[in-house]
């Protein structure tokens, strides 16, 4: 590992720390190094407030140092007036002489206007640092920029022959199949903080009933999405409930459920749904969504390649029979994770948790 590397790889250990808090902004890490000696550590800590260059210069306690230091920064500093000033403009005004970032912006606001900033001031830059390390990091971010629609994540839990549920009789309808353990579905609830949004289809909202909130670990419930396109869905269910903002896709022109924190949106089920609810969510910044099932609305997605990583939990258990689990083509002996496309918009990671 190069020096540069060292301390890169510092502001990427940083910038996780605001895992969760940042979105729809990206996670930074910023280091200060003077004579081979860190004399500042930032990271930007929650959205709306100060980016992790400004809590980096802030926290040297010698200013003057300043002026003799490199600024290490896992991501091109803003150029631009958003909800803070721009960080270049900072960097400039505190005469750094230099400047190393792992990845420019994908935002088209910045997208090398900060490093060009910086370069005209007469400050030394060099990108590329643990680029890929970088991208990795912010990849809900840069799916949004890129693709300008939410960062997809597939979730589903599947018995060891491969069934997500059994064929359930009226009896049982509000009755799944148990697959996953008390460790596992903590562990759904911690990625359910980090999305904005989390959606299942009709039939699942029927027969399980669920609340799709992130009850078992600590953070933000994301907004909860569902289709109705017939309105087959009891006004009863959990998914109204005033726990999480609802949002609610239907083609019934008189579907109507009087709360606030319910969201009817007609659209037209015969021309592009998918890509319509992916629109709509876009616009409406929710830039991250999570897709929990059931079969026919994950392969929805997986049909036409609308996905960008996985988590399929696969127990001990055997069905037999049942409902089948959507299918991703893997091979066996995968690892756990990995992305067949990480230089194409860091496309399609699977997870795989064995129980």
Same mark, same amino acid.
């Given at each position: 590992m190069t020096v540069n590397e060292?301390? #890169?790889? $510092?502001?990427?250990?940083?910038a996780i720390k605001g895992e969760g808090f940042t979105k729809p902004n990206p996670m930074v890490g910023a280091v200060i190094?003077?004579?081979?000696?860190?004399?500042?550590?930032? /990271?930007?800590?929650?959205?709306?407030?100060?980016?992790?260059e400004v809590n980096a210069i802030a926290s040297v306690k010698d200013p003057s140092l300043l002026s003799e230091s490199t600024l290490y920064v896992s991501l091109e500093p803003c150029s631009h007036y958003g909800k803070?000033?721009?960080?270049?403009?900072?960097?400039?005004?505190?005469?750094?002489? $230099?400047?190393?970032?792992a990845s420019t912006d994908p935002n088209p606001t910045v997208a090398?206007?900060?490093?060009?900033?910086?370069?005209?001031?007469?400050?030394?830059?060099?990108?590329?640092?643990?680029? +890929?390390?970088?991208?990795?990091?912010?990849? #809900?971010? /840069?799916?949004?920029?890129?693709?300008? $629609?939410?960062?997809?994540i597939l979730k589903?839990?599947?018995?060891?022959?491969?069934?997500?549920?059994?064929? $359930?009789? &009226?009896?049982?309808?509000?009755?799944?199949?148990?697959? !996953?353990?008390?460790i596992t579905q903590c562990f759904v609830h911690k990625e359910r903080t980090l999305v904005q949004g989390i959606m299942v289809g009709t039939n699942t909202v029927i027969k399980d009933n669920p609340l799709l909130t992130a009850r078992k670990w600590c953070g933000n419930h994301p907004v909860r999405i569902?289709?109705?396109?017939?309105?087959?869905?009891?006004?009863?269910? +959990?998914? /109204?409930? &005033?726990?999480?903002?609802?949002?609610?896709?239907?083609? +019934?022109?008189?579907?109507?459920?009087?709360? +606030? !924190?319910?969201?009817?949106?007609?659209?037209?089920?015969?021309?592009?749904?998918?890509?319509n609810i992916l629109s709509y969510l876009y616009k409406h910044k929710i830039y991250s969504l999570m897709i929990e099932g059931g079969t026919f609305l994950l392969n929805s997605f997986i049909e036409r390649d609308l996905w960008d990583e996985a988590y399929v939990e696969v127990s001990d258990i055997e069905f037999n029979s049942g409902v089948k689990a959507p299918s991703l083509n893997w091979q066996s002996g995968i690892s756990k994770r990995y992305s067949n496309s990480l230089q194409y918009h860091l496309k399609n990671k699977i997870t795989q948790n064995f129980l």
């Open positions: 060292k301390y #890169m790889f $510092r502001c990427l250990q940083l190094v003077h004579n081979n000696n860190i004399i500042g550590e930032g /990271f930007h800590r929650q959205y709306g407030k100060p980016h992790a803070t000033p721009p960080c270049a403009e900072l960097i400039i005004s505190k005469q750094i002489p $230099r400047v190393v970032i090398g206007k900060g490093i060009e900033l910086l370069r005209n001031a007469g400050i030394e830059v060099s990108c590329g640092i643990l680029e +890929k390390e970088g991208k990795e990091l912010n990849r #809900m971010f /840069f799916v949004n920029q890129l693709l300008n $629609r939410p960062y997809i589903w839990a599947q018995s060891k022959d491969g069934f997500i549920d059994f064929e $359930r009789q &009226d009896s049982v309808v509000n009755q799944p199949a148990k697959i !996953s353990n008390i569902t289709l109705d396109r017939n309105g087959r869905i009891p006004r009863e269910s +959990k998914i /109204f409930n &005033d726990d999480a903002p609802t949002i609610v896709f239907t083609e +019934k022109e008189d579907y109507n459920i009087k709360k +606030k !924190s319910v969201t009817i949106v007609t659209l037209d089920f015969s021309n592009d749904v998918n890509l």
